[in-house]
């Protein structure tokens, strides 16, 4: 039983986490002495960071085509949209799935494919907030380009969102990535944009709760309607 709560209860924190609860800690600390309410607050606080920062293990799905998502959270959007251009992926619009995280979904990011990160481009912007559509184009953002072994390409975009102030991308050009590899983290509260192969649907629908790493996206050069999507 006590093991099976530490693996439920007891999640691995990312290493950026780390000073932040640090502060909540002391924080509360000094509340509990000033005053025990002020205490009780910061306590759920803190919990809330520790929670935050969670970055628990993932079983990733290993049939060949698989595209799994980025991102905790709920699909926002789906639709036709040009990449960003500095993403280098043409001019053309692209299916384009976002997840949105609510600041109470594990923030670290995956990598939807294996393949080669054969782009990283970062750009400051605006803090709209993320469910939004404008959000792509305008809010701070970070993209990289996964190339495959076969050469196709896909986009993932990394968007801060109205109270994130820090997107982190942990990959570099020319690093390799399995699917499902960490690859970055933002906080709090944001969402990834990826940006599908021509002639690849989405197998998801607005609304559907995903898992990093688990979930599944797509199957590449599948352009069945997501109304037939893996579950």
Known sequence: MSVSLVGTVVKPIHPEGRKFIAIFIAVTLILWFVWEPLGVIATALTIWCYYFFRDPDRTVPMDDGLIVSPADGVVSL?????????????????????VFMSVFDCHVNRAPVAGEV???????????????DKASEENERNGIVLTMDDGTRLGVVQIAGLVARRILCEVDQGARLARGDRFGLIRFGSRLDVYLPEGTAPRVSVGQVMTSGESILAILGDARPATSRVE
């Not at 036709?80 to 692209?94: D, I, N, Q, S």
């Not at 054969?118 to 469910?131: C, D, H, L, M, Q």
């Open 78 to 98: 789906i639709g036709p949209a040009v990449p960003p251009v500095e993403l280098g992926l043409g001019a053309e619009p692209l299916t384009r799935v976002s």
């Open 118 to 132: 054969t782009a990283v481009a970062y750009r400051p912007g605006k803090f709209f907030s993320a469910e939004l």
